[in-house]
């Protein structure tokens, strides 16, 4: 295919876009106009700032992430899981002319309501790049993905990387702390911590009694949580991993080297792979698609 089209990474709080001509990138943008950052713009004036001078005659627009969300520039339908990838891509809403969102993936059980949106294009490059049982993305909200025969059979939803935020700014666990510094020696006594007692509800306090009863340093409180936060999350969904089945981390490198820690820390086999990466292919063969 060498065909020119144009991807865009629409969030809440930023926007990136990269200009294609078949498999190569020949520029790419980013801003902090996320959808919730539009300071009074419309949808279509930021899509025209960011893309100014890419766009020519048929130049086809893909666009995933919140842009696609009940917040964002059309409310577009989730898929219900299990989806096939092959799904994802034949199921864009069309927002205007030579412009397209890409739906979010959904499960509406009685044991489980979950949705997700941008992550299902981030999986479907990740899935093209390396083929895995069980996918887990580390982020604000990390997703742990079931996957079998190119369909998506489930997905759950763990708030770590929101929890750790607030935790960390808008409670008495991070109450009036320095700044905080890189401390491996205290990210591992969490894990540690949240491996053996995954109930963390009991033990979130204890966060701030330990700096604040000296068992802690204060500039370490950050690291702690983390890993205390991480390993209750993966203790807690140990029984999502099939038997014997590797686990394949999505991610930025930092965060997948966390995720990769805890894995080794319960004797489970981890592979990781560029969250980024695994984004932008997954919107180009859905882009694809659209400008055959």
Known sequence: MTSRYIAID???????????????????????AGITRLNGRTFDAVLAQITEGWAQENTPIVMAGMVGSNAGWVNVPYLPCPARFDDIGT??????????????????????????????????GAYAMQ???????????????????????????????????????HTLVGAGLPEQTDSPEAFDAGLARGLQSPHLLPR?????????????AREQVSDFLSGLLIGSEVASMADFIPTQQAVTLVASPSLTARYQRAFECVGCRSQTLSGDAAFQAGIRSIAHAVAK
């Open 10 to 32: 629409w969030g809440s709080t930023n926007l990136r876009a990269w200009l294609y001509q078949g498999e190569n990138c020949l520029e790419s943008r980013q801003s902090e």
């Open 91 to 124: 199921q864009l809403t069309r927002v205007k002319e030579n412009v397209w969102i890409v739906p979010g993936l959904c499960i509406d059980r009685e044991d489980n309501h979950n949705v997700m949106r941008g992550e299902e294009t981030q999986l479907t």
């Open 131 to 169: 083929p895995s049982a069980v996918y887990v993305m580390p982020g604000t909200h990390c997703k742990w993905v079931r996957v079998s025969d190119g369909v998506v059979d489930d997905f759950r939803t763990v708030m770590t990387g929101e929890l750790h935020h607030v935790l960390l700014k």
């Open 204 to 216: 979130l306090f204890e966060v701030r009694a330990s700096h604040v009863l000296g068992a802690l």
